[in-house]
Nanobody
Framework: QVQLVESGGGLVQAGDSLRLSCAASGRTFSTSAMAWFRQAPGKEREFVAA????????YYADSVKGRFTISRDNAKNTVYLQMNSLKPEDTAVYLCAADGTPFSRSSYSKSQRYDYWGQGTQVTVSS
């Protein structure tokens, strides 16, 4: 089992920045990748970014590319999401996820791949 706890959400204005953190505990050695997803009210869960746990390869949704950066600190078992130039459409609950199976470049953006999920942290961007 892997436990995930997100933090860092809040209420900001358009153009501001936020950094989300996701602290992992438990059987983290079995994790191949971690990702951030987001879900706005009435919308489906949406992939935001992913990072492989060992190699540090990163992947982004087109909607956040160039504005968001995912990174990891293996010593702290923590993944970060630096969000810059925030827009009102970025408003959502942001969820951290961990993949307990071998990494797949063809499906890293699919929520079904991820075995473990955090509770989420709310990000609200006002215009």
């Amino acid at each position: 089992q892997v436990q995930l706890v997100e933090s860092g959400g809040g209420l900001v204005q358009a153009g501001d920045s936020l950094r989300l953190s996701c602290a992992a505990s438990g059987r983290t050695f079995s994790t191949s990748a971690m990702a951030w997803f987001r879900q706005a009210p009435g919308k489906e869960r949406e992939f935001v970014a992913a990072i492989t746990w060992r190699g540090g390869s990163t992947y982004y949704a087109d909607s956040v590319k160039g504005r968001f950066t995912i990174s990891r600190d293996n010593a702290k078992n923590t993944v970060y999401l630096q969000m810059n130039s925030l827009k009102p459409e970025d408003t959502a609950v942001y969820l951290c996820a961990a993949d307990g199976t071998p990494f797949s470049r063809s499906s890293y953006s699919k929520s079904q791949r991820y075995d473990y999920w955090g509770q989420g942290t709310q990000v609200t961007v006002s215009s």
